[in-house]
T-cell receptor, first 114, second 114 residues
Framework: AQTVTQSQPEMSVQEAETVTLSCTYD???????LFWYKQPPSRQMILVIR??????QNATENRFSVNFQKAAKSFSLKISDSQLGDTAMYFC???????????FGTGTRLQVFP | GAGVSQSPSNKVTEKGKDVELRCDPI?????LYWYRQSLGQGLEFLIY????????KSGLPSDRFSAERTGGSVSTLTIQRTQQEDSAVYLC????????????FGPGTRLTVL
């Protein structure tokens, strides 16, 4: 079975600091996508960043970057220069190439404090 | 509209009643998904519609759950004889088509079964 594990239920960080959220996954697939989604209190899931497994280069979107370790099946999210608006639930998700279903982890609640 | 919309935003019902949840995908999106997010959990896949193909119902938890998509656009998720364990946020997402890996989410419907 394909699973996604987020071992940090809650994290906190001071504004302007850097925080890293962990994610590991289990699959026998070789080709897949990985995602980080943000869910603020409004409940709307927002795509933060995505990574294709065949790409060795780590994806970056402004203050958000990932550390993708395919052999270790690890996909962590680094948020630099944290802002109060980054406060939200963060979900790691996995999608094999030949399907359209996202498999989610249980999420990490991130609190950014002044 | 510009995004995925869902209605109602919140629904409170009594155990045993039937409920209908509605999703309006982004115009032109051919694929539509329903997910369930229980308290403290990640998103659980329920059902997937792609164009005129038969829906993938593999995630529906029981035969009390059903969904339809009329005219390839609006979708309705129906829960019959609701139980307290059905209380959750129900999220809808849409994409441009098969293997279009970015899913756009609606704000969800929070269902509370008393």
């Amino acid at each position: 079975a394909q699973t996604v594990t987020q071992s940090q239920p809650e994290m906190s960080v001071q504004e302007a600091e850097t925080v890293t959220l962990s994610c590991t996954y289990d699959t026998s697939e070789n080709n897949y996508y990985l995602f980080w989604y943000k869910q603020p209190p409004s409940r709307q899931m927002i795509l933060v960043i995505r990574q294709e497994a065949y790409k060795q280069q780590n994806a970056t979107e402004n203050r958000f970057s990932v550390n993708f370790q395919k052999a270790a099946k690890s996909f962590s999210l680094k948020i630099s220069d944290s802002q109060l608006g980054d406060t939200a639930m963060y979900f790691c998700a996995f999608m094999p190439y030949n399907t359209d279903k996202l498999i989610f982890g249980t999420g990490t609640r991130l609190q950014v404090f002044p | 509209g510009a995004g995925v919309s869902q209605s109602p935003s919140n629904k409170v019902t009594e155990k045993g009643k039937d409920v209908e949840l509605r999703c309006d995908p982004i115009s032109g999106h051919t694929a539509l998904y329903w997910y369930r997010q229980s308290l403290g959990q990640g998103l659980e896949f329920l059902i997937y519609f792609q164009g005129n193909s038969a829906p993938d119902k593999s995630g529906l938890p029981s035969d009390r759950f059903s969904a339809e998509r009329t005219g390839g656009s609006v979708s309705t998720l129906t829960i019959q004889r609701t139980q307290q364990e059905d209380s959750a946020v129900y999220l809808c997402a849409s994409t441009f088509g098969p293997y279009s890996n970015e899913q756009f989410f609606g704000p969800g419907t929070r269902l509370t079964v008393l």
